[in-house]
């Protein structure tokens, strides 16, 4: 295929042809056009005889699969570049190869240096437990060192760390010799990521967003917020990927809104707005997601980080500005909390006039039918990542060890949401679990739980439509004319329709139904292999010749 990564770009004219063009103007299309940055026509083989003279390129798709790229809805950037290019810990097979990791490369860097790692998980270890202090003081060897859990919500840290967060032993979530939480977590982080430079962080991001592109993902967007990095941070990002190709960035803020003054300040750092991971709770992993009943392993019910009333004017005050609300909410506690006040702000304001803003719920794992009916009630947007349940749904997984078989069979339930008409819109809110597009379509179709099991075709929507209506644009997501030419090239082998109910998927496959195939997801069989990512008609991945 042609390499076409040139400035201005997006104004040129590039015919597609010879591939299969995943598109509802179309379902034959064999052919696509761009033009100025758009799509401008979608149409069969023949039909692009008659535009082939007046472009300014042709590509010979060489029977590739042509899709809309792929919506990320929920990442963290930098933290998933300093994953990809620092200590990942997410394939170690035991506590004791975790720390010999540790040990490994905090020996090859420099003295002084605070020492970073992610996604360790002790469910997953033989030994059942987390690293100690000590242990991680000897493995460090006596450096500053930050191990968050694979859910970013509680950390092991090592002493050298702690000494450098003066008062951290009397802040609440911290634990002599455990994973600290809450404030003290959040302390260490600061201190952690204080550490690095300006250049250490433009290079992870750049890092996040090139592996982002080579997965076919065409914009992501970015939760950031006060808990979670600063705003030199956030700033520097959509910064970074405004001046660079790349996929789009597209930011949240989370912070509390109280006025029109708070509100203007979200929008003057560049967020989209104040949503993404503003606590409700924590996490299932950590003990910290707010409960019901108590955890099955856990004599407690978890952390409430905001009651109803906090909710509700958040969502008041967002609403009256013009600015898009969201919460963090995993346990039924906290998804109830946030149920009750956009409820409430919709008394208020009007049921009408809160729906049009299309808030959204991040994560929104344990639903309850009263729940999911509210969600379609309020217009919520739920934000999910069906990589968790392949992680740790399951009779013998990580959710049913916290939470006992039966809760943890009620997890994510995407086809309820959907049958109830929930919008959705998946992410991988990386680097908790990775930038897997095709996977975390393969994880929703065929979920641990087959009554949550939805369709290859409704996972697809929501992965790349689904994105971009949850930031309230409804026009982009598909290859349709006049939609921004954001699109993804595939290297797969026969396309196909796959439902959980096999009587529709006997019809979706006959001809006469005209519904575009996509690539087989069937657990082990191999995935689509992106060969370009384009975004605004400009080439922002190509894959080099094999």
Known sequence: MTEHNAPGAQHRTVLLRGGDVHSPADPFATAMVVERGHIAWVGSEGAADAFAAGVDEVIDLEGALVTPAFTDAHVHTTSTGLALTGLDL??????????????????ARPDGQVVLGHGWDATRWPEQRHPSRAELDGAAGGRPLYLPRIDVHSAVVSTGLLDLVPGVTR?????????????????VRAAAHGAITPRQRAEAQ??????????????VHECGGPDISDEEDFTGLLKLAAEEPGPRVFGYWAEQVADAKDARRIRELGAIGAAGDLFVDGSLGSHTACLNEPYADAPHTGAAHLDVAAVAAHVTACTEAGLQAGFHAIGDAAVGSVVDGVRAAAERLGAARV??????VEHAEMLTPATI?????????????????AAWGGSDGMYAGRLGAERARTL??????????????FGSDSPVTPLDPWGTLRAAAFHRTPEHRISVRAAFAAHTRGGWRAIGRDDA????????????????????????DDRVARWSTDPRSGTPGLPDLTPGAELPVCLRTVVFGQTVFLRPNE
């Open 171 to 187: 802040m609440p979530g911290y634990h002599p010799d455990g994973p600290l939480t809450g404030a003290a977590h959040h302390a």
């Open 412 to 425: 994510n339930p995407y086809a309820a949401l959907l049958r109830a008409g929930v919008p959705l819109a």
């Open 355 to 360: 729906r049009g803003a299309r808030h959204r």
């Open 206 to 219: 750049r890092a996040a967003l090139a592996r982002a592109a080579s997965l076919g993902i065409g914009s």
């Open 373 to 389: 009916a509210a969600f379609a009630e309020l217009g919520l947007t739920a934000s999910v990542q069906p990589a968790f349940d």
């Open 90 to 107: 997410s394939a170690a097979r035991s506590l004791t190869e975790a720390l010999e990791l540790v040990g490994v490369h905090t020996a």
């Open 477 to 500: 997501g598909t290859l349709v004319p006049g939609a921004p030419a954001d699109y993804a090239l595939w290297r797969t082998d026969q396309l196909v329709v796959q439902t959980p």
